[in-house]
């Protein structure tokens, strides 16, 4: 079965610009989160979805948004990028309400976002 | 908010030695995770460990949640252990996010 898969892997951009990172659910699994890592640090959490809603969020700026589509996956938005925005960007799976919103979570391998 | 403090924050190991790693929490936790994050990013879950001991082959883990803390024992460590290790809570009834500790960086030597 495949995990977590996250969209691109590596990604460059210039300060001011948009930037769109996806990733795609364990089959069966209707949460998704995102977190944020910068280095030296753990995972920061931005947002949880579940069935299309927003569940959570984390204390970031209005900059960042995010959305989950109805095969569960789900987009991470973020504008204005800043120099600060430069980080490994996380998704997480999990099974969600149905088993409880505490069930374990399982991660994507990340995509690391530079902005130059 | 929930406070998860790991230590050591750094470890280096020869090859062939024991550690054990500690997470404290500063509340009650309904669950808790131990992961490994490997060089290249990804977080590798070792443990899903609310409460109660588990073993994985050299990795074991013990979570004593009445007194807020986690133990993840390494045995025989080898040179792919190395990493940081990361214990994550959830807290809160109907809470949705996983709080991170800030990690403990293992280096294994040959």
């Known amino acids: 079965d495949a995990g977590v898969t996250q969209s691109p892997t590596h990604l460059i951009k210039t300060r001011g610009q948009h930037v769109t990172l996806r990733c795609s659910p364990i089959s069966g699994h209707k949460s998704v989160s995102w977190y944020q890592q910068v280095l030296g640090q753990g995972p920061q959490f931005i947002f949880q979805y579940y069935e299309k809603e927003e569940r959570g969020r984390g204390n970031f700026p209005d900059r960042f948004s995010a959305r989950q589509f109805p095969n569960y996956s789900s987009e991470l938005n973020v504008n204005a990028l800043l120099l600060g925005d430069s980080a490994l960007y996380l998704c997480a799976s999990s099974p969600g309400r149905t088993g409880g919103w505490n069930t374990e979570a399982f991660f994507g391998q990340g995509t690391r976002l530079t902005v130059v | 908010g929930i406070q998860v403090e790991q230590s050591p924050p750094d470890l280096i190991l020869q090859e062939g030695a024991n550690s054990t790693l500690r997470c404290n929490f500063s509340d009650s936790v309904n669950n808790l995770q131990w992961f490994h994050q490997n060089p290249w990013g990804q977080l590798i879950n070792l443990f899903y460990i609310p409460s109660g001991t588990k073993q994985n082959g050299r990795l074991s883990a013990t979570t004593v949640a009445t007194e807020r803390y986690s133990l993840l024992y390494i045995s025989s460590s080898q040179t792919t252990d190395s990493g940081v290790y990361f214990c994550?809570?959830?807290?809160?009834?109907?809470?949705?996010?996983?709080?991170f500790g800030k990690g403990t960086k293992l280096s294994v030597i040959p």
């Open positions: 994550a809570v959830y807290s809160g009834a109907g809470s949705y996010q996983l709080t």
